[in-house]
C-alpha cells in the first residue's frame, strides 16, 4: 500500500480535515537511522505530524522545520518539511528504547521529555525565516502539535499521530489526522467532535485493521459530512548531495581544509537526516582550496 494524505472540508465547512497513511515512509526513516522502538515511535510521529502541519500550513516551495527537546533520551529531534508532500528527519540518540507505558503502549513521552519546547521555523522564501516556539505539553508529539496550533498559529486543532513498532523493530504501521476548527463551526458541531476524538482507537489500530486515511476520516466524521478536496503521496526524501557538502566544506579555512589533506587524506561527509555519506579525496579537497582562491 501507498503512502499518502488527504485533504477535506467537513460539515459544510465547519473543519478541514487531513488524514495520512506513512508506514513506508516511517520505515525508510527507522532503516536509515536504525532507530529502536521508542525513537522510533517518537520520530516517525514527528514525522508525520510535520507532514500534517506543512500541508495545511504551507504552498508552492514554501519550507519549515520542526525542532523538538523535551530532555529525554532521544535528544533533538529535527524534521524538514515542505508543501509538495515530502519530509526528512533525525534524532540526536536513535537507540532508545523504554518500557511500556501504563496504557501499554511506547512510552513516546518518556522518550522525548517534556521540560522542554518544540520549534517551528518556516521559510516563506522571502527574506528572513520566522520562528514560532511553545512548550511542549507532553512529548507525545500530537498534543505538542495541537498546542503549537493553537498558540502561534490561532488555530483551534486536533492532532492524532501514532507508529507501531513490530517485536522485530520494523514498522508495522504508521499514520495520523489533523483536524481544524474554522469559523463557521458551532459549539455543538465542536462538542460531538471532541466526543467523537475521545472514543477513537488510535490511528494505528485503524490503520492495522486495513482503514485507508479516506475511511480514518469517515471514522470521526459521517460519510455524508466529508468532501474530500485533494490526495498526494507522501515520501521521506532528503535533498543532500555531494555538491551541498562540498559547498559546506569550502566555508572552512584553507588551513581547515589542507589539514584534511595532509592528516586525513580526504574528508568523509554523513547527512544527519537520511545517512548518506559522501567522499571527498585528496583531489577534490584541492580543488575546493583553488575554488577559493
Not at 555531494?242 to 589533506?261: G, H, N, P, V
Amino acid at each position: 500500500m501507498k503512502d499518502y494524505l488527504v485533504k477535506s472540508v467537513v460539515k459544510d465547512g465547519m473543519f478541514r480535515a487531513y488524514a495520512v497513511r506513512t508506514t513506508n515512509l516511517v520505515a525508510e526513516a527507522q532503516k536509515r537511522h536504525d532507530s529502536w522502538s521508542a525513537s522510533t515511535a517518537a520520530l516517525g510521529r514527528s514525522l508525520t505530524a510535520t507532514l500534517l502541519l506543512s500541508s495545511s500550513v504551507l504552498k508552492g516551495e514554501e519550507k519549515l522545520t520542526v525542532k523538538i527537546n523535551g530532555g529525554g533520551p532521544t535528544g533533538t529531534i529535527v524534521v524538514d518539511g515542505n508543501a509538495n508532500g515530502t519530509v526528512k528527519g533525525y534524532l540526536q540518540n536513535p537507540h532508545v528504547s523504554l518500557p511500556l507505558n501504563g496504557n501499554h503502549h511506547i512510552d513516546v513521552g518518556g522518550a522525548v521529555g517534556h521540560e522542554g519546547v518544540m520549534a517551528v521555523t518556516k521559510d516563506m522564501g522571502m527574506g528572513d525565516p520566522f520562528t514560532g516556539q511553545v512548550g511542549l505539553v507532553s512529548g507525545e508529539i500530537g498534543d505538542d502539535f495541537t498546542y503549537y496550533l493553537a498558540q502561534s498559529e490561532q488555530i483551534p486543532s486536533a492532532v492524532g499521530v501514532s507508529v507501531f513498532v513490530n517485536p522485530d523493530e520494523t514498522v508495522g504501521v504508521a499514520g495520523g489526522f489533523l483536524i481544524q476548527v474554522l469559523p463557521d463551526a458551532t459549539d455543538d458541531a465542536i462538542d460531538e467532535l471532541q466526543a467523537r476524538l475521545n472514543d477513537l482507537p488510535l490511528v494505528s489500530e485503524m490503520l492495522r485493521d486495513g482503514k485507508t486515511p479516506e475511511q480514518i476520516l469517515t471514522e470521526i466524521f459521517s460519510i455524508d459530512d466529508v468532501k474530500f478536496l485533494d490526495k498526494m503521496n507522501v515520501s521521506f526524501k532528503c535533498d543532500c548531495s555531494k555538491e551541498r557538502f562540498a559547498k559546506s566544506l569550502a566555508t572552512l579555512s584553507k588551513k581547515e581544509i589542507q589539514e584534511m589533506i595532509d592528516q586525513d587524506h580526504g574528508a568523509e561527509a554523513v547527512c544527519h537526516f537520511c545517512g548518506n555519506k559522501y567522499q571527498f579525496s585528496e583531489k577534490d579537497l584541492q580543488e575546493i582550496i583553488d575554488y577559493q582562491k
